[in-house]
C-alpha cells in the first residue's frame, strides 16, 4: 500500500445567505428560521472536518460532518418536513462551501468530482471514521461529506461517480439535493 499522509486543514466558511437561499430554491426566509440556520451553522462549523489526504501521488480533499448531524436533521426533519428541508440544506451548503473556499474551480465547474476509491483513499478514510458504505461501494457512510481531488484536476469528466450522476448524464434538471428518506436504494 501507498505512503499515506493526513493534514488537517483549518477552514472556516462564512454562512452567505444568499448563496444558501439560491441553494435551496427560496426567495425568502422567516426570522425564527433564520435565527435557527446561524445557530445551527455555528455549532456544525465547529463540528466540520476537513483533511488533506496524499497517498502517494495523489491528494485528496475529504470534508464531513458527524453522524450525528444526520441524525439532527433527522429529528428536525420528524417535526417539521420544511425545517428538515432547510437544515438538511444547510448541512449540504456548510460543505459545500468549504470546498469552495479551498477549491474555488469547483463552483465553476459546478462538480466536486468522485475520485476512484483506491485502497489507499479507503484505508484512510475508514481510519478518519469517514468509511465508504461497503468495501466495494464508491459512496461514503455518511451523508454529509465529500471526497473530491485536492488540487482541483476537473469536473464531471473526471468523475468515478459519472455513470450513476443525473448531471453526468445529462439529466441536470433533477434535484441534487438528496433529502433523508429519499436516497436511492443501492446508495
Known amino acids: 500500500m501507498e505512503n499515506v499522509t493526513v493534514k488537517v486543514i483549518e477552514e472556516y466558511p462564512v454562512f452567505d445567505l444568499e448563496s444558501f437561499l439560491e441553494m435551496s430554491h427560496e426567495t425568502r426566509i422567516g ?13 456544525w462549523s465547529g463540528e466540520l472536518s476537513i483533511r488533506e489526504i496524499q497517498a502517494g501521488k495523489i491528494s485528496y480533499l475529504a470534508v464531513w460532518l458527524p453522524k450525528s448531524c444526520e441524525e439532527e436533521v433527522e429529528r428536525l426533519w420528524q417535526n ?13 451548503f456548510l460543505c ?3 470546498i469552495g473556499n479551498l477549491l474555488p474551480e469547483v463552483e465553476t465547474s459546478g462538480c466536486a468530482p468522485s475520485p476512484r476509491p483506491t485502497e489507499s483513499l479507503r484505508k484512510a478514510l475508514e481510519d478518519l471514521g469517514l468509511p465508504y458504505k461497503s468495501p466495494t461501494s464508491s459512496l461514503l457512510s455518511l451523508q454529509y461529506a ?7 484536476r476537473g469536473g464531471c469528466e473526471i468523475c468515478h461517480l459519472q455513470d450513476h450522476c443525473p448531471k453526468g448524464q445529462g ?9 433523508p428518506g429519499f436516497q436511492s436504494p443501492e446508495a
Open 96 to 98: 459545500m462551501s468549504a
Open 31 to 43: 426570522g425564527a428560521s433564520l435565527e435557527r440556520l446561524e445557530q445551527l451553522w455555528e455549532k
Open 80 to 92: 417539521s418536513a420544511s425545517e428538515g428541508f432547510l437544515v438538511n440544506n444547510l448541512a449540504q
Open 146 to 152: 465529500v471526497v473530491t481531488h485536492y488540487p482541483f
Open 171 to 179: 439529466r441536470a434538471e433533477e434535484a441534487s439535493i438528496v433529502l
